[in-house]
């Protein structure tokens, strides 16, 4: 497949630089799958469109305050460091900023004296680091770490920053986490606890799977056909409470409803090819693009994404064909806003 296939044009002012005041109040496109039609809603009536039954399956990663500004020791250059990856022994896998100052043996000095000496370049702005830590780690983080926001989000950080330190987190994500991100699951940002508090009144059950959102949230597909990219491992874990949930709800007919693509990832990597979710924690590198089968979800909840980018693809092959262009067409012509603080869609 041609990557131009993924491509669309979105006007920049469609781009949504703040949450909604409230993350219940932003809009839900309801998309039919086989009946070619849409519908809209706010998304608190998420309630009244599911059904007693149905399964809302939630990733609760952690975003981590992940952004780092320091120097380059003996140079005095800035460097920006977004942590990516615990590697254990206070060894990171990074993406830094100006990286073309940076090769093994570089030092980085941050606030409070903490220090990190570049150990291997992978490439393309990629890097391990060791951190010559404080004893107070998370305490640095939470002070002089900014959340990873995406690059299209363009504003003053310090104007925005004790939003976007609420805002770009789930208010199901666990702080415990192993399994920490740097970016949010997008899809599930629209939920409040009040929300959550009426879908399980309502007869809706909600799991959670955690998947690390890491590398490929940030890599746009390079390569001229979509089947020639190599998406990088991400690390998952489907409980066993929540396998045992989902197999039991679809063997009585309730739906299965993945609350973004890193949840869609996680299921299907657990999924036997009869649908059956077995317990499972490791990591996956599964690229789902047009014609994959897919074996664990009947229903999928997703904010809309960035032309080119694997979340593009996957949307693609659960929509089917060419459905997804006319879905972002009504969506831009309905006037939804994209992207992560965005407006989302449930198509099943």
Not at 20 to 34: A, G, K, W
Not at 215 to 240: G, K, N, W
Not at 254 to 261: M, S, Y
Not at 269 to 291: H, K, N, Q, V, W
Request: glycine content about 8%; overall charge negative; hydrophobic content about 40%.
């Amino acid at each position: 497949m041609d990557i131009h296939a993924f491509d669309y044009d979105l006007p920049p002012d469609r781009i949504a630089q703040i949450p909604v005041e409230r993350r219940d109040t932003s809009r839900l496109l309801l998309v039919h799958r086989e009946a070619d039609a849409v519908e809209e809603y706010p998304f608190h009536d998420l309630p009244q469109v599911l059904r007693t039954g149905d399964v809302l399956v939630i990733n609760d990663t952690w975003v981590m305050p992940a952004r780092l500004h320091g120097t380059k020791v003996g140079g005095g250059a800035a460097i920006e460091v977004l942590l990516l990856e615990e590697l254990g022994g206070n060894r990171w896998k990074v993406i830094a900023q100006r990286a073309t100052r940076l090769y093994p043996g570089v030092e980085i000095e941050f606030p409070e004296e903490v220090r990190a000496i570049v150990e291997v370049d992978l490439g393309g702005g990629l890097f391990e680091m060791a951190f010559r830590l404080t004893d107070d780690w998370e305490g640095f983080l939470e002070r002089h770490g900014g959340i990873p926001l995406p690059p299209y989000i363009k504003r003053p950080d310090s104007s925005f920053r004790a939003l976007d330190r609420e805002r770009y987190q789930t208010v199901y994500s666990r702080v415990s986490s192993r399994m920490q991100s740097a970016a949010a699951p997008t899809a599930g940002l629209h939920f409040t606890e009040e929300l959550l508090t009426r879908l399980r009144d309502a007869g809706v059950m909600i799991v959670p799977v955690t998947l690390r959102v890491g590398l490929d949230t940030f890599q746009p597909i390079r390569s001229a056909r979509v089947e020639d990219h190599t998406i990088h491992c991400e690390r998952f874990a489907v409980p066993e409470s929540t396998a045992e949930a989902v197999n039991r709800a679809r063997s009585a007919g309730g739906r299965i409803v993945a609350v973004g693509t890193t949840v869609v990832r996680a299921l299907e990597s657990a999924a036997e090819p009869d649908g059956t979710i077995l317990p499972r924690a490791g990591d996956t590198s599964l690229f789902i693009t047009p014609g994959y089968r897919f074996r664990a979800i009947d229903g999928l909840i997703s904010n809309f994404h960035l032309p080119r980018s694997t979340l593009l693809v996957l949307i693609a092959a659960w929509l089917g064909g060419e459905r997804w262009r006319a879905v972002y067409s009504e969506a831009l012509q309905r006037g939804f806003r994209f992207y992560s603080y965005g407006d989302t869609m449930l198509a099943w």
